[in-house]
């Protein structure tokens, strides 16, 4: 069984940087989509960005591009999202997400197949 662990939330003022961790551990496919996502109370989960683990293509949501960066460490099997010039509108708790066997990045939370237990990140004005 394959777990997603999260890590690097925390509370940032406006303008800075935090950068977010997920690990996969346990059997994973060569080919798969990770992402990230995230949700607000009384929102539905939001896609922030997501890529695809072989061949290094990106998607990022347009409130976040240009100030997001999606990375992968493969000896690691994690992959990273950088946040830059974070807005007080980022807040939220961030997820990441799995859509194993594919190499289509979906925006849809549904499309995905494993998620992360969430992190939260804070963003004072």
């Known amino acids: 069984q394959v777990q997603l662990v999260e890590s690097g939330g925390g509370l940032v003022q406006a303008g800075g940087s935090l950068r977010l961790s997920c690990a996969a551990s346990g059997r994973t496919t060569s080919t798969f989509v990770m992402g990230w996502f995230r949700q607000t109370p009384g929102k539905e989960r939001e896609f922030v960005a997501a890529?695809?683990?072989?061949?290094?293509?990106?998607y990022y949501s347009d409130s976040v591009k240009g100030r997001f960066t999606i990375s992968r460490e493969i000896a690691k099997n994690t992959v990273h999202l950088k946040m830059d010039s974070l807005k007080p509108e980022d807040t939220a708790v961030y997820y990441c997400a799995a859509d194993w066997g594919k190499f289509t990045i979906a925006t849809v939370a549904s499309e995905y197949d494993a998620w992360g237990q969430g992190t939260q990140v804070t963003v004072s004005s």
């Open positions: 890529r695809t683990w072989n061949g290094g293509r990106s």
